[in-house]
C-alpha cells in the first residue's frame, strides 16, 4: 500500500535547528502542518474503523474511558480489559499503530526521523504508537504528569513523544497543555503523576501552555515534560495520533523483550508488517 505526497513536513536543515533549540530549551516544540489534508482524512477514517470494529487486526490494544469519565477510576494495568469489546466512541486508547500502514507512515515522516536522529540515534524504536481520544462523552481529565517513571520496568528512560492533531485541538475540546521548561527537572516524583505541592511549585515558576493545534499540526515534547488535558466540552471526539520514541536497545525488564523499531536496521516497513497475521504479543507480555 503505498501513498503519496502525505509528508508534508520540511526538512530545510536551519529551520529544523531552530526547532531542535526550542525544544531543547522549553521541552516541548510546535511542528506545524506535517501532513496533507486529504491523509488526515484518511487517518480519521482509519481510526472510526477501528473503534467500530469495520477494521480490525486480532491482538489490538483498546481501552474504553471510565463511564463516569473519572480518570482515578481507570486501571491502568490492567491486560484483560485491554482488547476491543463491540462498537464504541469512548475507546480513550487504542495502541500498537506501528503494525498500520497508515500510521506507520506518519512515524516515518521526514521531520519525525530528523528529531530522531538528533535526539536518539540512528536506531529508534516506539515505546506505544496510539490514538488518543477524549470522547466527547464523558470524558476524563488527564492530570499533570511525565511519561518517564521509575517504576515503568524499563532499561532506560524513553525519549520524546509526537502528537499530532487528526481533527482539531482546542481548550475547548481538551488540548495538550504542557508546563514550559518543566523537562530541566529529571523524574519529578516516583511515578509519573505528580504530588499537588510539586504541581503548584512548578505552576508559580513556569507557564502552562495549551497547545491547540489544527487537524495534521503536531507538537513534539519531552517525555520528561509535565503535560495532561483537561475534559472535551464539544460535541465531537478530540482524536490525537501519538508515538514516544527512544533508542532502540531499551527492554522490558519483565521480559527483557526490546519495543518494535521504527528506524535503522531491520525496523518495521509496510512490507513486513502486511505480512503480520495478528499484532505481535506486547513486550511486556511473556
Ligand atoms: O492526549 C492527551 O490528552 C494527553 C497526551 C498524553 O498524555 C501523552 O501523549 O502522553
Same mark, same amino acid.
Given at each position: ?59 489490538? !490494544? ?56 538528533? !535526539? ?46 487528526? *481533527? ?21 516524583? !516516583?511515578?509519573?503523576? &505528580? ?27 519531552? *517525555? ?14 478530540? &482524536? ?22 521504527? !528506524? ?23
Amino acid at each position: 500500500m503505498k501513498y503519496k505526497n502525505y509528508d508534508i513536513s520540511f526538512s530545510n536543515n536551519s529551520e529544523i535547528n531552530k526547532l531542535f533549540s526550542f525544544y531543547e530549551q522549553n521541552g516541548y516544540v510546535k511542528l506545524g502542518k506535517i501532513i496533507s489534508d486529504n491523509y488526515i482524512k484518511k487517518l480519521v477514517k482509519v481510526t472510526q474503523d477501528l473503534m467500530h470494529g469495520k477494521r480490525s487486526y486480532p491482538g489490538m !490494544f483498546f481501552k474504553l474511558d471510565d463511564p463516569k469519565g473519572n480518570y482515578y477510576n481507570i486501571k491502568h494495568e490492567d491486560v484483560e480489559n485491554e482488547k476491543y469489546s463491540g462498537p464504541s466512541n469512548r475507546y480513550k486508547k487504542i495502541k500498537d499503530l506501528e503494525y498500520v500502514p497508515e500510521f506507520l507512515n506518519c512515524i516515518k515522516l521526514k521531520i519525525i526521523k530528523k528529531f530522531s536522529q538528533k !535526539f536518539i540515534g540512528s536506531e529508534a524504536s516506539s515505546m506505544r504508537t496510539m490514538i488518543l481520544n477524549k470522547s466527547y462523552i464523558n470524558s476524563s481529565i488527564l492530570p499533570f504528569h511525565q511519561d518517564v517513571s521509575n517504576k515503568w520496568k524499563m532499561s532506560k528512560k524513553p525519549s520524546f513523544t509526537v502528537w499530532m492533531s487528526l *481533527n482539531g485541538a482546542t481548550k475547548k475540546n481538551g488540548c495538550l497543555k504542557v508546563i514550559e521548561g518543566s523537562h530541566k527537572y529529571g523524574i519529578l516524583n !516516583f511515578g509519573n503523576n &505528580l504530588t499537588t505541592s510539586v504541581e503548584k511549585k512548578l505552576k508559580k515558576k513556569h507557564k502552562v501552555v495549551f497547545l491547540e493545534l489544527k487537524p495534521g499540526e503536531a507538537v513534539l515534547f519531552s *517525555n520528561y515534560t509535565v503535560h495532561g488535558s483537561n475534559k472535551n466540552k464539544t460535541k465531537k471526539n478530540r &482524536l490525537g495520533f501519538t508515538v514516544c520514541l527512544m533508542d532502540a536497545r531499551i527492554k522490558n525488564l519483565k521480559t527483557n523483550k526490546t519495543y518494535p523499531k521504527v !528506524f535503522g536496521k531491520n525496523s518495521l516497513t509496510l512490507s513486513k508488517i502486511s505480512k503480520l497475521k495478528k499484532i505481535p504479543k506486547k513486550v511486556y507480555e511473556n
